[in-house]
C-alpha cells in the first residue's frame, strides 16, 4: 500500500504540474479550456468550476488539458435541428436545448436553418409561429444535450486563432513546469537537509584497503596529491581514478596538523577499463543556506538534463538497447525500491522523473509536445500553417507507434520484474 500510495502522489505530481503549464498559458493567451484531466481512460471523479471541467480519469498513463478549437473538440448545430433556447436580458440565447423537453415557460423553440457558433455567433431559423429569426448568441452560451452541458467558443477563444507564439508556448509550457518542479523540488530538499559542500574530507576508511595502510583515518582532510592542491571531493576522486598502481603522496589535516602519507591505489577494472581505488567512503559534508539551496536546485536540474540527453544519444546510437528503458511496471518497482529509503530520496527521484518526462515530451515525434512545436516552426517558417488533416494524420501514426512502444516496454518491465 505505501509503494501505491508513492507510485500515486509521484506520478500525480509529474502529470499535474506538466499539464498545468498547458493550462495556465492556454489561459493567459485567452484559449477555453474545456477540461484538465489526470490519467486516461474512464473517468473516476469530475468537477465543474467555471468553464472548465477537472477530472480525475482511471488509467495512470497520463494526462492532456482539451482546448476549444483543437481536432478533438466541435460544437455544431445542423439544420433541421429543433432547439430550445433561453434567452438572457440582452435578448441573446445562453441556453441552447438540444432533442428534449424543456421544462422553462420562457423557452424559445427554433428549428434551426443556419447556425454560427464561432464568428458570427448567431442562430437562424422558425420560431412556433413559423416566422424567420435570428437570434444572436451569448459568448458564454452553452448546448445541453442529454444533461450535458458544452460552451460553444467564439473564434477568438479556440486554440488555432492565437499566434503561433502563443501556441507554442501554451504547448512548450508543459514541459517547462516539469523542470521548473524538478528544480523546486531539489532546492527543497536542499533547504532541508543542506547544500554538500563537496569538501574532500574523508568519512571511513576500508579495512585493509592502501587508504588504511597508510594511516589515513576517518575526518583527514586531503589538502594535496602529489604536490597539487585538492579544491573538493571530485577533484580527489578523480586524481585517484587516473593513477592505478602508480604511488601517490597526500597531504592531509589532521587535529590542526598537516601528515604526509604515500600509497598506492589498487587497480579496479570495469567496462574494459582500469580504474585507482584507496578503500575510502565519502560523505559530504553540507551547509544550510537559501541562496546555495537555490543554486543547487539550478546545477542539479541541469546535470540531471545532460546526463539524460547523454543516455537518449546513446539509445539513438545504438549505445543503449531499449531493454533499458522503463515504463508504468518499471517506475512503479523503482519507486517501490526508493521509497524505502525515506521520503527526501522519493522526492530526488519524483525530479528526476519529472526531468525525464519534460526530456522526453520535447522530443520532435509526433504526437508529443516536441511533434506539435515543430509543426509550429514549420509554420512559422512557411508563413502559413500546414494542413490540419496531414497533420492530423501525422500525429495519429505517431500516437500508434508510441502505443505500441509503450506495450513493449511494459511487457519488458513484466518479463523483468515478474518472470
Do not use: C
Not at 505530481?13 to 495556465?24: N, P
Not at 547544500?195 to 574523508?202: A, G, R, S
Not at 587508504?211 to 596529491?225: F, P, S
Amino acid at each position: 500500500m505505501q509503494t501505491v500510495i508513492a507510485f500515486i502522489v509521484v506520478f500525480g505530481s509529474l502529470v499535474f504540474f506538466h499539464e498545468l503549464g498547458h493550462f495556465i498559458f492556454a489561459k493567459r493567451a485567452g484559449i477555453l479550456v474545456r477540461e484538465f484531466a489526470i490519467g486516461m481512460g474512464p473517468k473516476i471523479f469530475g468537477m465543474m468550476k467555471g468553464e472548465t471541467l477537472y477530472t480525475l480519469r482511471l488509467l495512470p498513463i497520463g494526462g492532456y488539458v482539451r482546448m476549444a478549437g483543437e481536432d478533438t473538440d466541435s460544437v455544431e448545430l445542423q439544420p433541421g435541428y429543433r432547439v430550445g433556447l433561453i434567452l438572457n436580458k440582452n435578448n441573446e440565447a445562453e441556453k441552447i436545448y438540444l432533442n428534449q423537453n424543456v421544462q422553462n415557460p420562457n423557452v424559445l423553440f427554433l428549428e434551426v436553418e443556419r447556425a454560427d457558433l464561432e464568428k458570427g455567433l448567431w442562430i437562424e431559423g422558425y420560431d412556433e409561429d413559423d416566422q424567420f429569426v435570428r437570434i444572436n448568441l451569448s459568448r458564454k452560451a452553452s448546448i445541453i444535450e442529454n444533461g450535458t452541458e458544452t460552451l460553444i467558443a467564439p473564434y477568438d477563444r479556440q486554440f488555432n486563432s492565437k499566434t503561433v507564439g502563443q501556441r507554442a508556448m501554451a504547448i512548450f509550457a508543459g514541459p517547462l513546469f516539469n523542470f521548473i518542479l524538478a528544480f523546486f523540488v531539489f532546492a527543497f530538499i536542499a533547504l532541508m537537509q543542506g547544500v554538500p559542500t563537496y569538501e574532500p574530507i574523508i568519512h571511513d576508511v576500508v579495512d585493509n584497503g592502501p587508504a588504511e595502510t597508510a594511516g589515513m583515518k576517518a575526518g583527514d582532510y586531503v589538502k594535496a596529491i602529489d604536490g597539487q592542491p585538492v579544491e573538493d571531493w571530485q577533484q580527489l576522486s578523480g586524481t585517484v581514478q587516473e593513477k592505478p598502481g602508480e604511488q601517490l603522496t597526500l597531504i592531509v589535516e589532521r587535529d590542526g596538523q598537516n601528515i604526509e602519507l604515500k600509497m598506492t591505489p589498487d587497480t579496479l577494472v570495469e567496462s574494459g577499463k582500469e580504474y585507482g581505488q584507496i578503500g575510502v567512503m565519502y560523505q559530504s559534508p553540507v551547509e544550510k543556506n537559501p541562496l546555495k539551496a537555490i543554486v543547487f536546485g539550478v546545477t542539479q536540474t541541469y546535470d540531471y538534463t545532460v546526463l539524460i540527453l547523454g543516455l537518449l544519444g546513446d539509445l539513438i546510437t545504438g549505445q543503449f538497447t531499449i531493454d533499458a528503458l522503463s515504463g508504468p511496471v518499471g517506475i512503479y518497482k523503482a519507486t517501490e525500491t526508493v521509497a524505502q529509503y525515506g521520503i527526501y530520496n522519493l522526492m530526488n527521484w519524483a525530479a528526476v522523473l519529472s526531468i525525464n518526462l519534460g526530456i522526453m515530451n520535447l522530443l520532435p515525434l509526433p504526437a508529443l509536445d516536441g511533434g506539435r512545436l515543430l509543426f509550429f516552426g514549420i509554420e512559422a517558417l512557411r508563413g502559413k500553417p500546414v494542413d490540419r488533416q496531414k497533420e492530423g494524420l501525422v500525429h495519429f501514426v505517431g500516437i500508434v507507434l508510441l502505443m505500441i512502444l509503450m506495450v513493449v516496454v511494459t511487457w519488458n518491465d513484466i518479463q523483468r520484474f515478474f518472470f
